[in-house]
């Protein structure tokens, strides 16, 4: 292990994916907890695989496809939230509509793009290799963004997120916040497509808030145990794809799933044997 950490701090492009591992903890962590409590799973996958138009437009007119993708995903949850607020369209009828025209799109401007993408399945599948210096910047902006905001704002947060009706009657703007913490939701995710990629993105916001629910029950506690989940997950992770050279992403939510069936174990027979221990004292009694 120690051997292995040497070589990373060899080389600058392994800094930068460790660096990335860590920032993208942190927002995965804070965001993945208010996606999970508000129970908008789906909408992340449809705002991931959303974005990949706005990769596919910026590749066709030469820009970076990262603001590309950030600017179509923004746009995209937006139009959900706006639908789903009218109750014109189901959630999830619109969720599945803009996937599936984000997913077109994207396909329809690459295919029309002069030459070839090379990055095209770094997008798709992931490669935290190519993580550059400025897309750690806007990472460790979106960090001090995301951080500021649930420090401050906390009560609120929490409110919405389990009760909005019940933040209405605290006099919270809610559909203000909700539009924010979207906007700040589809930042995120656009900003870790280079970890895991678009394909299993949803996971890297969903499984450290499912496996940090074995072990608290509280929005603050949930959040603190998703940062340190996807700390230990993306951080083993990179080291089992540089150690047996396979692609970074898929190692990641591999270490995921591992831990979750863990905490999953754990949290069962410590159930089991709390049981037990209760039924022992009631026979006794």
């Given at each position: 292990m120690?051997?292995?950490?040497q070589e990373i701090l060899e080389y600058q492009f392994l800094q930068n994916a460790l660096w990335a591992s860590v920032l993208v903890s942190v927002a995965a962590?804070?965001?993945?907890?208010?996606?999970?409590?508000?129970?908008?799973v789906f909408l992340s996958g449809g705002i991931t695989h959303a974005s990949?138009?706005?990769?596919?437009?910026a590749y066709y007119f030469g820009i970076n496809p990262v603001m590309g993708a950030l600017v179509f995903a923004i746009l995209s949850a937006f139009g959900i939230e706006a639908l789903a607020n009218r109750k014109?369209?189901?959630?999830?009828s619109a969720i599945g509509i803009l996937w599936a025209f984000g997913m077109a799109i994207g396909i329809i401007?690459?295919?029309?793009?002069?030459?070839?993408?090379?990055?095209?399945?770094?997008?798709?599948f992931g490669s935290i290799l190519t993580v550059t210096q400025s897309d750690l910047l806007m990472?460790?902006?979106?960090?001090?963004?995301?951080?500021?905001?649930?420090?401050?704002?906390?009560?609120?947060?929490?409110?919405?997120?389990?009760?909005?009706?019940?933040?209405?009657?605290?006099?919270v703007p809610v559909k203000v916040v909700q539009y924010i913490l979207t906007a700040l939701m589809a930042a995120a995710i656009v900003l870790s497509i280079r970890v895991v990629g678009i394909i299993l993105l949803i996971s890297l916001f969903s499984i450290p808030p499912a496996t940090a629910n074995f072990f608290t029950k509280t929005f603050k506690g949930m959040i603190l145990w998703s940062i340190a989940i996807s700390l230990i997950g993306t951080f083993v992770g990179l080291l089992a794809s540089y150690r047996v050279n396979i692609p970074s992403g898929a190692a990641i939510i591999v270490v995921f799933v591992v831990m979750f069936a863990l905490a999953k174990l754990v949290s069962y027979t410590t159930m089991r044997v709390r049981i037990r221990t209760e039924n022992n004292k009631l026979h006794q009694a």
């Open positions: 120690f051997t292995i950490l962590g804070i965001v993945g907890s208010y996606i999970t409590s508000r129970r908008m990949f138009g706005g990769i596919g437009i014109t369209v189901r959630e999830d401007f690459v295919f029309l793009t002069p030459g070839y993408a090379p990055n095209l399945m770094n997008f798709l990472l460790l902006a979106l960090d001090v963004i995301l951080i500021a905001l649930f420090w401050l704002f906390f009560n609120p947060i929490l409110f919405i997120s389990f009760d909005p009706e019940f933040a209405q009657t605290q006099k």
